[in-house]
């Protein structure tokens, strides 16, 4: 079994940053990718980014790049999201998922996820 841990959540004001972790535990979990999704209220989830298991190819929302970097330590047990330039759009709970396969922005490309964390940027 793959287990996520998240934390970074909190409240920014806009144009402020945040760092969001994701911390991966159980075999293989070196070999998966990596996605962030959020869900605000209302609305469905949406994907955000997402990152290689071998951390060379990043893939992100239109609206969030030049904005938003993944990143992922070397051993892979611990992946990033660090969110600079906040806008109160980016308020929802955000979602960390692992998948074997390649990365994507499909929610089916991933079989596990953490239980989120809120992310509040005021105006």
Same mark, same amino acid.
């Given at each position: #079994?793959?287990?996520?841990?998240?934390?970074?959540?909190?409240?920014? #004001?806009?144009?402020?940053?945040? +760092?969001?972790?994701?911390?991966?535990?159980?075999?293989?979990?070196?070999?998966?990718?990596?996605?962030?999704?959020?869900?605000?209220?209302?609305?469905?989830?949406?994907?955000?980014?997402?990152?290689?298991?071998?951390?060379?190819?990043?893939?992100?929302?239109?609206?969030?790049?030049? +904005?938003?970097?993944?990143? +992922?330590?070397?051993?892979?047990?611990?992946?990033?999201? #660090?969110?600079?330039?906040?806008?109160?759009?980016?308020?929802?709970?955000?979602?960390?998922?692992?998948? +074997?396969?390649?990365?994507?922005?499909?929610?089916?490309?991933?079989?596990?996820?953490?239980?989120?964390? #809120?992310?509040?940027?005021?105006?």
């Amino acid at each position: #079994q793959v287990q996520l841990e998240e934390s970074g959540g909190g409240l920014a #004001q806009a144009g402020g940053s945040l +760092r969001l972790s994701c911390a991966a535990s159980g075999r293989i979990s070196s070999t998966y990718a990596i996605g962030w999704f959020r869900q605000s209220p209302g609305k469905e989830r949406e994907f955000v980014a997402a990152i290689s298991w071998a951390g060379y190819n990043t893939y992100y929302k239109d609206s969030v790049k030049g +904005r938003f970097t993944c990143s +992922r330590e070397h051993g892979a047990d611990t992946a990033y999201l #660090q969110m600079h330039s906040l806008k109160p759009e980016d308020t929802a709970v955000y979602y960390c998922a692992a998948g +074997r396969g390649i990365p994507g922005n499909k929610e089916r490309l991933y079989d596990y996820w953490g239980q989120g964390t #809120q992310v509040t940027v005021s105006s």
